[in-house]
């Protein structure tokens, strides 16, 4: 299972390596350079690789200051899957995940940046 080792503002360090991209983690590998249809708004497309994987959890991080917004339609599809949707600032986000992992299966879309 990844580990967020740390987070600051446009960067991330997931199990010692150095990300400098938004990204989506799943517990056995990282989709790097993650991008979104709309930048701040997080659609259900957005997020194959977690529908993909089908977590319990999946902990969006909305970035450092929160402006990333989950579209309706994205958490409807969420629901659909029986997905569980977590959306926090990244630096909550993070901690969140971190601790969600110890006992759930748990996938990560993370903003870096705003």
Known sequence: MAHID?????RIVIGGRVYTSDLILLP??????WWREE????????LGPVFEMQPEVLVV?????GRMRV??????????ASIELVALPTPRACEAYNAL?????????L????
């Open 6 to 10: 740390d987070y600051c503002f446009g």
């Open 28 to 33: 056995h590998r990282v989709v790097e350079n």
């Open 39 to 46: 930048g701040h708004l997080l659609h259900a497309a957005d």
């Open 61 to 65: 991080g909305q970035g450092t200051f």
């Open 71 to 80: 579209r309706p339609e994205a958490e409807q599809a969420l629901a659909d």
């Open 101 to 109: 992992s110890r006992e759930r299966t748990v996938a990560a879309a």
């Open 111 to 114: 903003h870096l940046t705003c």
